[in-house]
């Protein structure tokens, strides 16, 4: 079982930027890729980035490429997005994923282990 929980949500000004943490505990993290999603009012969750186990690669949804940076911190157990340049269209509850297999997240847009979600609000 993996245990995950996210910090770092708010409000802010378009434009602004916020830094999303995932704090994760029970297996060892860096056996799993990680990820983040996203959920607007009324939509359905959408994928957002996420991170490969070993050498790190990267993966984003196109409406977030070149303004949110997704990394990770095995020795912490802790997964970041940094989002920069944000759209009132960014907000939603953001939601941690962690998974054996990244294509779950990137294609599949399921996991095998989820946050709670943290609330991100953009003011225009």
């Known amino acids: 079982q993996v245990q995950l929980v996210e910090s770092g949500g708010g409000l802010v000004q378009a434009g602004g930027s916020l830094r999303l943490s995932c704090a994760a505990s029970g297996r060892t993290l860096d056996t799993y890729a990680l990820g983040w999603f996203r959920q607007a009012p009324g939509k359905e969750r959408e994928f957002v980035a996420a991170i490969s186990r070993n050498v790190g690669l990267t993966y984003y949804v196109d409406s977030v490429k070149g303004r949110f940076t997704i990394s990770r911190d095995n020795a912490k157990s802790t997964v970041y997005l940094q989002m920069n340049s944000l759209k009132p269209e960014d907000t939603a509850v953001y939601y941690c994923?962690?998974?054996?297999?990244?294509?779950?997240?990137?294609?599949?847009?399921?996991?095998?282990?989820w946050g709670q979600g943290t609330q991100v609000t953009v003011s225009s």
């Open positions: 994923a962690a998974d054996y297999i990244i294509s779950t997240m990137t294609k599949r847009q399921r996991s095998e282990y």
